[in-house]
């Protein structure tokens, strides 16, 4: 078996859950296939013994079993870029913050490889956005497993966002920004906007404005087969647009359409974790003292 590891970097503190993670990889005799600028940076602090390679792109991680992700909600979406549509399962084991999709704990990664080799875990599809532009942007990287927006830049004024639905009219926004949330996504940057929580399976994208001018703009969610276009106005000449956490400023000029992506990824999940336990625990639901 073959394991991929990514991550963006690990405190030093944080280096014995890395050498846990090594030491069953040896007794499940699994080769790591290690991120490169990973790598680089601990492999004077761990002494790794045993065979492993390196990937530093997509193209590089032929013949991989699963991809585990050491860090937060953040790391996980970054691996998302280098899985794409290869299929390849990816398992997040948090050593950030809140946690929602990387929701292994840094105590349960013996847990973990175990179910990873027995085959007793869950695998969670997931749906993913699509963004097509009559410009080129984001490098052929085109998908999001959160959320696709649109924002003003900086301090400008706000932006006038004209929303069509299949091609019909469907809202002109006047707004800091738009969102347009996956079912994943619909707990993060909208869920902030006051958009509403649904479930992964919901079959469904969440379009939430952003500070919107008009106090009757509500969030909306729509079946995700749909076709979502926009024209921008604004004073000034561009505005952000983002695929997660990757941005690009783009020309307001700019034609964009979001639709649903043509493949999904596989997010490993434990047996005794589910979307409801996730949302009690990391939304605090239920810490009330009549309870």
């Not at 970097?9 to 030491?23: D, M, N, R, W």
């Not at 007793?120 to 963004?131: E, I, M």
Request: hydrophobic share 40%; glycine share 6%.
């Amino acid at each position: 078996m073959r394991i991929a590891i990514y991550s963006r970097g690990l405190e030093s503190e944080q280096l014995e859950g890395l050498k846990v993670l090594l030491a069953e990889f040896s007794h499940y005799n699994i080769e790591p296939v290690i991120y490169q600028d990973f790598f680089n940076l601990f492999y004077t602090s761990i002494n790794i013994k045993d065979k492993y390679s390196t990937f530093n792109r997509s193209d590089d991680l032929d013949e991989i079993d699963f991809i585990i992700s050491l860090g937060g909600d953040g790391t996980l979406l970054d691996a998302v870029t280098f899985v794409g549509d290869k299929g390849i399962p990816i398992l997040g084991i948090n050593y950030g913050r809140l946690g929602f999709l990387a929701s292994i704990g840094k105590d349960e990664i013996s847990l973990a490889l175990e179910a990873l080799v027995k085959r007793t875990f869950v695998l969670d599809k997931r749906s993913l956005v699509h963004l097509d532009a009559n410009m080129p942007l984001f490098n052929g990287l085109s998908y999001a497993l959160n959320e696709f927006t649109i924002h003003k830049k900086d301090t400008s004024p706000m932006i006038k966002i004209h929303t069509y639905l299949n091609g019909e009219f469907l809202n002109t926004y006047w707004a800091d920004g738009l969102i347009v949330a996956t079912p994943t996504g619909s707990t993060g940057y909208s869920l902030s906007c006051n958009g509403p929580v649904v479930f992964p399976d919901s079959a469904s994208f969440v379009i939430t404005p952003v500070s919107p001018h008009n106090l009757n703009i509500r969030p909306l969610v729509i079946p995700d087969d749909s076709i979502i276009s926009f024209e921008i106005e604004g004073r000034t000449d561009g505005f952000l647009c983002t695929l997660d956490s990757r941005r690009e400023i783009a020309s307001k000029d700019v034609l964009l359409a979001i639709r649903k992506e043509v493949f999904s990824i596989s997010l490993v999940r434990l047996n005794e974790n589910n979307f409801l336990q996730t949302l009690r625990n990391k939304l605090s639901w239920g810490l009330d003292k009549r309870n």
